[in-house]
């Protein structure tokens, strides 16, 4: 996946219009790519706009709840246990 397309929605969805975040943001997005793809066996689709969007959401939120004792929020969860089931833990391929 463009970690540069990511981190633009992110900032966009975050209201952050300045650099000085990006590094800290893309330490995130980077995390998240590695935790779908190497901890949850999924194959991301760099063309997929419904991947790309559950990335978003999820580092948006990442970032939005660095120091928080709250889950993840339903509406990520059902996303991400969709897209786990659609891809089959990576063995199915891309959608």
Not at 5 to 10: A, M, S
Not at 19 to 27: E, G, I, K, N, P
Not at 47 to 53: D, G, R, V
Request: with cysteine; charged share 20%.
């Amino acid at each position: 996946m463009d970690e540069s397309t990511i981190l633009e929605l992110v900032k966009c969805r975050l209201g952050i219009s300045s650099t000085v975040r990006d590094t800290y943001l893309t330490q995130i997005i980077k995390g998240i790519l590695v935790e779908l793809e190497d901890e949850k066996g999924l194959v991301l689709d760099s063309a997929s706009p419904y991947h790309l969007m559950v990335v978003v959401d999820y580092s948006t939120w990442r970032y939005q709840n660095k120091d928080s004792a709250a889950g993840l929020p339903r509406h990520l969860q059902f996303r991400l246990h969709n897209l786990m089931i659609h891809l089959g833990g990576g063995t199915s391929g891309t959608v």
